[in-house]
């Protein structure tokens, strides 16, 4: 019988996401104080503060909740979740660095991110469906349910269109399918049309991928049914084919996103402005940092929405490398207690839900934290706990009640 989630793991789970709440909320005040007029000065710290309140009720009040009320409501809430996703393309609107897309709901003059609460619903139904195996999925046949319950979420994200939101549910599906102990090559083939996707930019590398996939799948062949290598060949033949025609559907604003990903100077007065001051706001920190407010590029507002996709930035400028590398071992240590709450849950659906949450975090943080320096396209998608967003850091909290119900769970 495994052994309850200690009180290190529960208590440096909740203690390590109020730590990096209130370091979110610090840094949002500091991203207010410019030496220009700027709508961040406006108390926006006070909002998140706010919301983090809220969302130390919401825990106090959900952690109680017993686990099989979470079961029970996963697959009500996750239809619930998807309508809701379907009246938004409707009726949405855009906010914030999201003017242009159909992301949010207003009720009562409260905007709300309905996609967020998606993930949480998409988490719980995903890991009722996988917790009811009795074996891990041995065929990429058994993971056709799993993805199709993904993927009407993200497509009608993707629709909206919110690239950098859509990645998260990417997380969790492939977070999950890991957690359900699926074999390293399939899962390999499952993301494999995606990387055909990315190749396909170059003939020569995406011929020489098609042929290491199909050696791959060759020497794969007795665990695999011949329909599945087959389709596996076609999904990324596919892929490859629609990756013109995708690239020339892309706005123009999306196109340079990608290109100055590869050089930013090839625009750096307009699309490539983001990243270039990003990289000089972090790389001018140093070792230490400028201090506390104390940034440069950030008062004089050169950090693009520094207040919500690019704060990371303004914590690099202001508390330099050591500042970053401590606030990245908070996420490595959040990371780690989710791990160990996930091997000690005493039931399946437990161990699952904590790992699809993980999932999600770990996506945000690794696609923020790299769009900053450079590592990664910007797909505007905040950082966990730490960018400002009410409805997101209610949820993420939420969340994280959640992961503390299901963790005590009797089996």
Same mark, same amino acid.
Do not use: C
């Given at each position: 019988?495994?052994?309850?989630?200690?009180?290190?793991?529960?208590?440096?789970?909740?203690?390590?996401?109020?730590?990096?709440? $209130?370091?979110?909320?610090?840094?949002?005040?500091?991203?207010?104080?410019?030496?220009?007029?700027?709508?961040?000065?406006?108390?926006?710290?006070?909002?998140?503060?706010?919301?983090?309140?809220?969302?130390?009720?919401?825990?106090?009040?959900?952690?109680?909740?017993?686990?099989?009320?979470?079961?029970?409501?996963?697959?009500? @809430?996750?239809?619930?979740?998807?309508?809701?996703?379907?009246?938004?393309?409707?009726?949405?609107?855009?906010?914030?660095?999201?003017?242009?897309?159909?992301?949010?709901?207003?009720?009562?003059?409260?905007?709300?991110?309905?996609?967020?609460?998606?993930?949480?619903?998409?988490?719980?139904?995903?890991?009722?469906?996988?917790?009811?195996?009795?074996?891990?999925?041995?065929?990429?046949?058994?993971?056709?349910?799993?993805?199709?319950?993904?993927?009407?979420?993200?497509?009608?994200?993707?629709?909206?269109?919110? $690239?950098?939101?859509?990645?998260?549910?990417?997380?969790?599906?492939?977070?999950?399918?890991?957690?359900?102990?699926?074999?390293?090559?399939?899962?390999?083939?499952?993301?494999?049309?995606?990387?055909?996707?990315? $190749?396909?930019?170059?003939?020569?590398?995406?011929?020489?991928?098609?042929?290491?996939?199909?050696?791959? $799948?060759?020497?794969?062949?007795?665990?695999?049914?011949?329909?599945?290598?087959?389709?596996?060949?076609?999904?990324?033949?596919?892929?490859?084919?629609? @990756?013109?025609?995708?690239?020339?559907?892309?706005?123009?604003?999306?196109?340079?996103?990608?290109?100055?990903?590869?050089?930013?100077?090839?625009?750096?007065?307009?699309?490539?402005?983001?990243?270039?001051?990003?990289?000089?706001?972090?790389?001018?920190?140093?070792?230490?940092?400028?201090?506390?407010?104390?940034?440069?590029?950030?008062?004089?507002?050169?950090?693009?929405?520094?207040?919500?996709?690019?704060?990371?930035?303004?914590?690099?400028?202001?508390?330099?490398?050591?500042?970053?590398?401590?606030?990245?071992?908070?996420?490595?240590?959040?990371?780690?207690?989710?791990?160990?709450?996930?091997?000690?849950?005493?039931?399946?659906?437990?161990?699952?839900?904590?790992?699809?949450?993980?999932?999600?975090?770990?996506?945000?943080?690794?696609?923020?934290?790299?769009?900053?320096?450079?590592?990664?396209?910007?797909?505007?998608?905040?950082?966990?706990?730490?960018?400002?967003?009410?409805?997101?850091?209610?949820?993420?909290?939420? @969340?994280?009640?959640?992961?503390?119900?299901?963790?005590?769970?009797?089996?």
């Amino acid at each position: 019988m495994k052994a309850r989630p200690t009180w290190l793991d529960e208590g440096g789970f909740t203690a390590t996401v109020l730590v990096l709440s $209130l370091v979110g909320v610090a840094m949002i005040y500091s991203a207010g104080v410019l030496e220009v007029p700027s709508r961040i000065t406006e108390g926006l710290w006070l909002r998140q503060g706010f919301f983090l309140g809220a969302g130390i009720v919401g825990l106090l009040l959900v952690s109680r909740f017993p686990s099989r009320m979470f079961e029970w409501a996963a697959m009500p @809430a996750y239809v619930l979740a998807v309508g809701v996703l379907a009246v938004t393309l409707v009726v949405g609107s855009g906010a914030g660095t999201a003017e242009g897309v159909k992301s949010f709901l207003s009720i009562g003059g409260f905007r709300f991110q309905p996609a967020e609460a998606a993930k949480i619903a998409t988490v719980l139904a995903l890991a009722v469906l996988l917790a009811r195996r009795d074996d891990p999925p041995r065929y990429l046949r058994d993971l056709l349910t799993p993805a199709a319950l993904v993927a009407v979420p993200l497509v009608l994200v993707l629709l909206q269109p919110d $690239l950098g939101t859509a990645l998260a549910f990417v997380g969790i599906f492939f977070a999950m399918i890991f957690w359900a102990r699926t074999p390293w090559p399939l899962i390999i083939f499952a993301a494999s049309p995606g990387v055909a996707l990315i $190749l396909a930019y170059s003939a020569r590398v995406w011929s020489v991928y098609i042929v290491l996939l199909a050696i791959g $799948l060759y020497l794969y062949r007795y665990r695999l049914y011949l329909v599945e290598s087959v389709s596996v060949i076609l999904a990324n033949v596919a892929a490859g084919a629609v @990756a013109q025609p995708l690239w020339n559907s892309l706005a123009d604003y999306q196109r340079n996103r990608l290109l100055v990903f590869l050089d930013p100077g090839l625009d750096p007065r307009d699309a490539g402005w983001q990243l270039i001051q990003s990289k000089v706001a972090v790389g001018s920190g140093g070792l230490l940092g400028k201090g506390f407010t104390a940034g440069t590029q950030k008062r004089l507002a050169f950090i693009p929405e520094q207040h919500t996709d690019f704060i990371f930035s303004v914590l690099g400028e202001e508390f330099g490398f050591i500042g970053t590398l401590l606030l990245l071992a908070l996420f490595g240590f959040l990371f780690l207690r989710m791990i160990r709450m996930a091997e000690a849950a005493r039931t399946p659906f437990a161990g699952m839900f904590i790992f699809g949450i993980l999932g999600i975090w770990f996506t945000h943080v690794f696609i923020n934290v790299g769009m900053t320096v450079g590592v990664v396209p910007i797909t505007g998608i905040p950082l966990p706990f730490i960018s400002y967003g009410g409805s997101f850091l209610l949820m993420s909290w939420l @969340a994280a009640a959640t992961v503390v119900a299901v963790a005590n769970a009797d089996p």
